[in-house]
């Protein structure tokens, strides 16, 4: 009978990160040691500090210079006895030994749990194939028989997992009240079960290979136009090409790891210079701008401000002799000689304006009866004028 693989009612981990642990595997009963030791190699392991290159092959993994090792001669005989009991790691050649048998048992353990697991998602991936392609078309009698015949098979095996040990052994009830025998009468037809047995591998065949022809378009999307052959050899070779571009990926992680430790060495140094730099031009702020920059803005004031007078002197200088050019001795005398008669003019017409002015104090003594004087005699005026233009007008038309 063919047994497949069932869904467990945990899903299983994927990956070597998850799937072992930095001490334990999760295969059972297999341990991986850390990669440390104890006593005075520890002590050694703890002991150092950086990456440096050793002095020396034969001595363990440890940040010694040629100096250290001649100023401590028995640490260093010391060294090259350890060195006969560790590996280059560190580790004791036994412990080493175990660990590397430990790691190969879980390779072995893992290359069989993804060959199961991969078995199981190509299984399940065909019965949803199936269910997708019964919504859109018709599939033969010989399609249909096989996928029902193999989702059958497959939940009964799964169920029959999920009870567990038999009841003899079982000390809780079982699931439901029901047995294996339960289960086992639904299995299809012994010969519907070997005519599926027969057709899965091919089917199985053809869905791995789709796969890694999807597979291969996504990683070189050019090869969607070539053929299946040149295809498939393309899948034979994808492996070394991943596995070629994986440690490229981890060649430019580690390259940036590098680069990052180095630009944080520039920023810590960079750092320091501009702090340098800060204080530099604080001392320069404190005994410059504060001190010799004070007495250097009074000096240049007190040069603007002789700068400045000189020019005022100038500039008067150089006016006086535009007016003694312009204006002779000649030029001075009958400008005098206008200013005099300029000036009596003015003060005659200020003695006619106090004149007047005193004139209108008087009238504006009268009050109201002097304002109705003034318009009468201003009608009276107007009319006299009005009649006199009339008797012109009449003297014209006589003539």
Known sequence: MLTLPAIQPQPAPHGLGSFCSAQWC?????RIPRKK???IWGFLLTWRRGGNTPTSKQLPPCNLSEEDLLKNPHFSRLLLSLSQHVDESGLSLSLAQEQAQAWKKVRLHKTAWLRSEILQRIIQELLVDYYVKTQDTSLTSEDKKFHETLEQRLLVTELTQLLGPSSQERVIPPLLGLEKADLLELMPPSEDFVWMRARLPLE?????KKKCFTLLCYHDPNSDSDSETLKAAKVWKLAEVLVGEKQQCQDAKSQQKEQIVLLEKKSATYSQVLLRCLALLQRLLQEHR???QSELDRINAQYLEIKCSAMILK????????LSDTYTAEKVEVHRL????LEGAIRLQEHDMEKS?????????LGDEFDRLVKEYTQLKQATENKRWALQ???????
């Open 357 to 365: 002015r005193q004139v209108l104090n008087t009238y504006e003594v």
């Open 204 to 208: 199985v065949e053809e869905q791995l």
């Open 338 to 341: 206008i200013r005099d008669r």
């Open 393 to 399: 007008e009449f003297s014209k038309a006589y003539r």
């Open 26 to 30: 999760a295969v059972p009963q297999i």
């Open 37 to 39: 030791s104890d006593g």
């Open 290 to 292: 504060l001190k010799t």
């Open 315 to 322: 500039l008067r200088m150089e006016e006086l002799k535009i």
